[in-house]
């Protein structure tokens, strides 16, 4: 039996993936130290300082690197690997972005730089990215339909469910490296105004729009559609599915 060391294992995409590895012995890695629930072992480590991490890579077979934030993934990528290194782990798997080498952002570029370490560490390695979460659209709407106008720039997204990248990354984790895999993208391409448009209607609400045009490299970017991935592999929730189970919680308000 394997043991897989996993990073933001208590987040959005974590939760979803922890279960689907119970064959193999879990570390998960978290800020605070706790006591094992269900088999699982909890170490508390600081990724950007690096600290805490020698004892749970100790004797670790793959690492699946799923924690990430605004700022910092370049960073504790790099302690990462190197912990990794040391302990002769022999699969590094990371979680990333489509088009993390072509929107000049810092979420973008500190993602990117993440996978560079990877795949130069010398460790065996799988590459995986996925567009954005339905969650992360839902916030971005969620965001703009408070205002009393809503501004709607001219982008599109591809997103997709993170139980589908959950299962995907999974299958991976559990098998051998693969280097860079074909990315993951949800089963349709909306414009932004698609989705302020479903999100308002499902709530009951009404708003004026106004286009806004982005500006600078990021703005040429996205009005390119060079965010996007169209020749990606796609999961099977649709946003229209997402939002109505949300909005239907009563979560989506």
């Given at each position: 039996?394997?043991?897989?060391?996993?990073?933001?294992?208590?987040?959005?995409?974590?939760?979803?993936?922890?279960?689907?590895?119970?064959?193999?012995?879990?570390?998960?890695?978290?800020?605070?130290?706790?006591?094992?629930?269900?088999?699982?072992?909890?170490?508390?480590?600081?990724?950007?300082?690096?600290?805490?991490?020698?004892?749970?890579?100790?004797?670790?077979?793959?690492?699946?690197?799923?924690?990430?934030?605004?700022?910092?993934?370049?960073?504790?990528?790099?302690?990462?690997?190197?912990?990794?290194?040391?302990?002769?782990?022999?699969?590094?798997?990371?979680?990333?972005?489509i088009a993390a080498d072509r929107v000049p952002l810092g979420y973008f570029t500190r993602k990117h730089a993440a996978e560079e370490t990877v795949i130069?560490?010398?460790?065996?390695?799988?590459?995986?990215?996925?567009?954005?979460?339905?969650?992360?659209?839902?916030?971005?709407?969620?965001?703009?339909?408070?205002?009393?106008?809503?501004?709607?720039?001219?982008?599109?997204?591809?997103?997709?469910?993170?139980?589908?990248?959950?299962?995907?990354?999974?299958?991976?984790?559990?098998?051998?490296?693969?280097?860079?895999?074909?990315?993951?993208?949800?089963?349709?391409?909306?414009?932004?105004?698609?989705?302020?448009?479903?999100?308002?209607?499902?709530?009951?609400?009404?708003?004026?729009?106004?286009?806004?045009?982005?500006?600078?490299?990021?703005?040429r970017v996205y009005r390119a559609g060079e965010n996007l991935n169209l020749d990606a592999s796609t999961g099977t929730r649709?946003?229209?599915?997402?939002?109505?189970?949300?909005?239907?919680?009563?979560?989506?308000?």
């Amino acid at each position: 039996m394997s043991t897989i060391l996993v990073t933001g294992g208590t987040g959005t995409l974590g939760t979803l993936i922890t279960p689907l590895l119970r064959d193999a012995k879990l570390r998960v890695l978290t800020r605070h130290a706790h006591e094992p629930t269900n088999g699982v072992e909890y170490f508390a480590c600081d990724l950007t300082k690096g600290e805490g991490l020698a004892p749970a890579v100790d004797g670790v077979d793959v690492v699946l690197h799923l924690a990430g934030g605004p700022k910092g993934d370049d960073v504790a990528t790099e302690n990462l690997v190197r912990a990794a290194q040391r302990a002769g782990v022999g699969h590094f798997a990371l979680i990333s972005v489509i088009a993390a080498d072509r929107v000049p952002l810092g979420y973008f570029t500190r993602k990117h730089a993440a996978e560079e370490t990877v795949i130069e560490s010398g460790l065996p390695w799988t590459v995986l990215r996925a567009a954005q979460f339905h969650g992360f659209c839902l916030d971005a709407v969620r965001a703009v339909a408070k205002l009393p106008v809503v501004p709607v720039p001219g982008m599109r997204f591809q997103p997709v469910d993170a139980r589908d990248v959950a299962a995907r990354l999974a299958d991976l984790t559990l098998g051998a490296p693969a280097g860079r895999v074909p990315d993951l993208a949800g089963p349709r391409v909306y414009e932004m105004r698609e989705l302020v448009d479903d999100y308002l209607r499902a709530n009951g609400k009404r708003r004026p729009k106004v286009p806004i045009r982005l500006p600078g490299k990021a703005g040429r970017v996205y009005r390119a559609g060079e965010n996007l991935n169209l020749d990606a592999s796609t999961g099977t929730r649709t946003w229209e599915d997402y939002l109505a189970a949300t909005i239907g919680t009563g979560t989506g308000n």
